[in-house]
């Protein structure tokens, strides 16, 4: 069973690494070791948010990097500088326009304007289940993805939309991070996280004992969509120019990619996850440029990395379909041990 | 009464298209219960084995033969890479193995080909135009809706009269019942995929005879129209397949025609926001399948 003491431990051993993240990207002392853990950060951020509702309903959702392009799209509305927004946004609405907010509070608002939006488009979803719900949630993508692309008042359209300023830094994000991994972990242990996990084992059984099954997968949905909404105002200001491109498939692949090699079902996967997938792109990309550079090939080299990870991922699911951490939190795993090993000597 | 039969062409030739790619989709599904999110780079397949057979003498027939045959194997190489090692364990695990394939297609065409555009070979009779009856339509439309009613057709026979369309049915019924009776499963799971790579082929020399070119996201929007037609008609219904790609086809059509230019560029949300509502009253589509049985 997992008591307070397991939850604890793995609450303890997920945040240390993230604070050992923080402290070996500050005595490395390069600026792109830097960037990589602020980006590692943001996709925590992202993941443990669609870990809330994928891990604990069951349910493959494609939308989630939609509502990662709404919060960081509301945020870059209400933070670029007013005297900015004539070049950047030229069609902006005069009420909008006239906004400027700090980057703190908007990337508060962002994502609640993305749990708003879910609110509103997905309650009448969450009735759907198996394939039917993992395809309305590719279209609720495209949905989203097309009125990105334009929306030009407020999106600029399919171009770059520039002039962000720059708020997010290392310790903004992973203090963030941390919050996060916190969040979806009390989530989980919480009535509504125990009650949708019953209803991903058997949703007839736990229908039938009173659990109101399209209810808490509303719920869990909302706190998802905020999660990838802050994450997405993280982002963008981080990167400070973005277009809706951004958001769409490539980056579902990762974030999918990312909580499927560590496990859905945990928070501890959806971390360990995030960590291998991070390091494992850099290492890859860093191959890739180098192969770019000494122009062994005549063109460019892309789209290695891309399928490094697709044959990453089909191995591991071939494998492990749960993923690395298909049911047990981490600090379950570490406290069974330490439990043999007491009991060991008592004999 | 021109103008309807320019609609009506229109709303046939794209909905001939579109069935044929919703009938790919849901062939596999029907027996498998589980989503093929590489179908749309079986289109690719086609396209790029296009123009690498383009700079050669043979004539355009026997490059398409090639063509098709080539989206044939990748959608068996889906079943074997994809689906077989994974699919009794998790829906979930096959989903996201299928769409990490597809980004495998896609990415080896990006690195092995180009990410730019690139010409495909094409006949003659393609880029001709026919008048009669006071409208003009491109040749292409009418050879599109001749070949979707033929392909309909015999699929049709194959499913009712023949051995294997009839294990193929009874496979979609009841999967287990039908290994019972000595329906070979994984003969039957592999001929749905080679049929599937068979209607994405030749929809595929249709499509990219319209654009001309392919890239390597080619496959994108042949997939998401074959997801809401099938979604539209009901997952489990052959006949509901064919229903739904005509229905979206008439609402494409119909919104291309209606809608004002500023809400065009729309289109998609408003179709996909059609197709949301569409499963909210129906969540099985318009057409239920077979009673469902247990999934392998």
Same mark, same amino acid.
């Given at each position: 069973?997992?008591?307070?003491?397991?939850?604890?431990?793995?609450?303890?051993?997920?945040?240390?690494?993230?604070?050992?993240?923080?402290?070996?990207a500050?005595?490395?002392?390069?600026?792109?070791?830097? #960037?990589?853990?602020?980006?590692?950060?943001?996709?925590?951020?992202?993941?443990?948010?669609?870990?809330?509702?994928?891990?604990?309903?069951g349910?493959?959702?494609?939308?989630?990097?939609?509502?990662?392009?709404?919060?960081?799209?509301?945020?870059?509305?209400?933070?670029?500088?007013?005297?900015?927004?004539?070049?950047?946004?030229?069609?902006?609405?005069?009420?909008?326009?006239?906004?400027?907010?700090s980057?703190?509070?908007?990337?508060?608002?962002?994502?609640?304007?993305?749990?708003?939006?879910a609110?509103?488009?997905?309650?009448?979803?969450? #009735?759907?289940?198996?394939?039917?719900?993992?395809?309305?949630?590719?279209?609720?993508?495209?949905?989203?993805h097309?009125?990105?692309?334009h929306? +030009?008042?407020?999106?600029?359209?399919?171009?770059?939309?520039?002039?962000?300023?720059?708020?997010?830094?290392?310790?903004?994000?992973?203090?963030?991070?941390?919050?996060?991994?916190?969040?979806?972990?009390?989530?989980?242990?919480?009535?509504?996280?125990?009650?949708?996990?019953?209803?991903?084992?058997?949703?007839?059984?736990?229908?039938?004992?009173?659990?109101?099954?399209?209810?808490?997968?509303?719920?869990?949905?909302?706190? +998802?969509?905020?999660?990838?909404?802050?994450?997405?105002?993280?982002?963008?200001h981080?990167?400070?120019?973005?277009?809706?491109?951004?958001?769409?498939?490539?980056?579902?692949?990762?974030?999918?990619?990312?909580?499927?090699?560590g496990?859905?079902?945990?928070?501890?996967?959806?971390?360990?996850?995030?960590?291998?997938?991070?390091?494992?792109?850099?290492?890859?990309?860093?191959?890739?440029?180098?192969?770019?550079?000494?122009?062994?090939?005549?063109?460019?080299?892309?789209?290695?990395?891309?399928?490094?990870?697709?044959?990453?991922?089909?191995?591991?699911?071939?494998? #492990?379909?749960?993923?690395?951490?298909?049911?047990?939190?981490?600090?379950?795993?570490?406290?069974?041990?330490?439990?043999?090993?007491?009991?060991?000597?008592?004999? | 009464?021109?103008?309807?039969?320019?609609?009506?062409?229109?709303?046939l030739?794209?909905?001939?298209?579109?069935?044929?790619?919703?009938?790919?989709l849901?062939?596999?599904?029907?027996?498998?219960?589980?989503?093929?999110?590489?179908?749309?780079?079986?289109?690719?397949?086609?396209?790029?084995?296009?123009?690498l057979?383009?700079?050669?003498?043979?004539?355009?027939?026997?490059?398409?033969?090639?063509?098709?045959?080539?989206?044939?194997?990748?959608?068996?190489?889906?079943?074997?890479?994809?689906?077989?090692?994974?699919?009794?364990?998790?829906?979930?695990?096959?989903?996201?193995?299928?769409?990490?394939?597809?980004?495998?297609?896609?990415?080896?065409?990006?690195?092995?080909?180009?990410?730019?555009p690139?010409?495909?070979?094409?006949?003659?009779?393609?880029? !001709?135009?026919?008048?009669?009856?006071?409208?003009?339509?491109?040749?292409?439309?009418?050879?599109?809706?001749?070949?979707a009613?033929?392909?309909?057709?015999?699929?049709?026979?194959?499913?009712?009269?023949?051995?294997?369309?009839?294990?193929?049915?009874?496979?979609a019924?009841?999967?287990?019942?039908?290994?019972?009776?000595?329906?070979?499963?994984?003969?039957?799971?592999?001929?749905?995929?080679?049929?599937?790579?068979?209607?994405?082929?030749?929809?595929?020399?249709?499509?990219?005879?319209?654009?001309?070119?392919?890239?390597?996201?080619?496959?994108?929007?042949?997939?998401?129209?074959?997801?809401i037609?099938?979604?539209?008609?009901?997952?489990?219904?052959?006949?509901?397949?064919?229903?739904?790609?005509?229905?979206?086809?008439?609402?494409?059509?119909?919104?291309?025609?209606?809608?004002?230019? !500023?809400?065009?560029?729309?289109?998609?949300?408003?179709?996909?926001?059609?197709?949301?509502?569409?499963?909210?009253?129906?969540?099985?589509?318009?057409?239920?399948?077979?009673?469902?049985?247990?999934?392998?």
């Amino acid at each position: 069973m997992a008591g307070m003491k397991d939850t604890a431990l793995t609450l303890v051993i997920l945040i240390a690494l993230v604070v050992a993240l923080v402290v070996g990207a500050e005595i490395a002392e390069i600026r792109l070791f830097g #960037r990589i853990a602020t980006n590692l950060c943001i996709s925590l951020v992202l993941v443990l948010g669609l870990q809330v509702f994928m891990g604990n309903s069951g349910i493959l959702s494609f939308a989630h990097i939609g509502f990662m392009g709404v919060g960081a799209y509301t945020s870059a509305v209400l933070t670029i500088p007013a005297q900015m927004k004539g070049m950047a946004l030229p069609d902006l609405y005069p009420v909008l326009a006239a906004i400027q907010l700090s980057p703190y509070i908007a990337i508060l608002i962002g994502g609640l304007t993305a749990a708003v939006v879910a609110a509103l488009v997905s309650y009448p979803l969450m #009735r759907l289940s198996d394939a039917a719900a993992v395809i309305t949630s590719f279209a609720l993508l495209v949905v989203l993805h097309t009125v990105m692309l334009h929306w +030009s008042e407020i999106t600029n359209g399919p171009r770059t939309l520039f002039g962000i300023p720059k708020a997010t830094d290392l310790y903004l994000a992973a203090g963030i991070a941390i919050l996060a991994i916190i969040g979806a972990m009390l989530f989980r242990e919480s009535r509504t996280g125990l009650l949708l996990r019953a209803t991903r084992d058997d949703e007839t059984a736990a229908g039938a004992i009173g659990a109101d099954v399209s209810r808490l997968r509303w719920k869990a949905f909302i706190i +998802s969509a905020l999660f990838a909404g802050i994450g997405g105002a993280l982002w963008g200001h981080f990167i400070t120019s973005f277009s809706p491109k951004a958001f769409y498939l490539k980056e579902t692949f990762v974030i999918l990619g990312m909580l499927v090699i560590g496990g859905a079902p945990t928070v501890s996967g959806a971390v360990i996850g995030v960590f291998l997938v991070t390091f494992s792109f850099e290492v890859l990309r860093a191959f890739e440029a180098s192969l770019n550079a000494a122009k062994i090939f005549t063109g460019q080299v892309v789209g290695v990395t891309e399928i490094v990870l697709a044959l990453a991922m089909i191995a591991i699911l071939i494998l #492990r379909p749960g993923g690395l951490f298909a049911t047990m939190e981490i600090g379950v795993l570490f406290g069974r041990r330490r439990q043999k090993a007491s009991e060991g000597e008592k004999q | 009464m021109t103008a309807y039969i320019q609609f009506l062409i229109d709303v046939l030739s794209l909905g001939g298209a579109y069935a044929l790619m919703a009938l790919g989709l849901v062939i596999v599904y029907g027996i498998l219960r589980l989503v093929n999110f590489a179908y749309g780079e079986l289109i690719m397949v086609t396209g790029y084995t296009m123009f690498l057979l383009g700079g050669s003498a043979l004539p355009w027939i026997v490059m398409a033969a090639i063509g098709v045959l080539m989206a044939i194997l990748a959608g068996i190489a889906t079943d074997y890479v994809a689906f077989r090692p994974v699919r009794a364990k998790s829906v979930t695990a096959v989903l996201i193995t299928s769409f990490a394939f597809s980004t495998l297609l896609q990415n080896a065409a990006l690195l092995f080909i180009s990410p730019r555009p690139r010409n495909v070979p094409l006949p003659d009779i393609f880029s !001709e135009t026919v008048h009669f009856a006071g409208i003009v339509t491109p040749a292409r439309n009418l050879i599109t809706i001749a070949t979707a009613v033929i392909l309909l057709a015999v699929f049709a026979w194959v499913m009712k009269r023949t051995v294997l369309g009839i294990a193929m049915r009874a496979a979609a019924t009841h999967f287990t019942m039908a290994r019972m009776l000595g329906v070979p499963a994984n003969l039957i799971i592999s001929t749905a995929f080679a049929i599937s790579g068979f209607l994405a082929g030749i929809v595929s020399l249709f499509w990219i005879g319209r654009i001309g070119s392919v890239v390597p996201g080619i496959g994108l929007e042949p997939l998401l129209v074959a997801f809401i037609a099938t979604v539209i008609g009901g997952m489990r219904s052959l006949q509901g397949a064919v229903l739904g790609g005509f229905l979206l086809a008439f609402i494409d059509t119909g919104l291309n025609y209606s809608l004002p230019q !500023e809400l065009l560029k729309f289109r998609d949300a408003f179709t996909f926001s059609l197709v949301i509502l569409i499963l909210l009253w129906r969540p099985a589509g318009l057409m239920k399948g077979p009673a469902s049985g247990q999934r392998t």
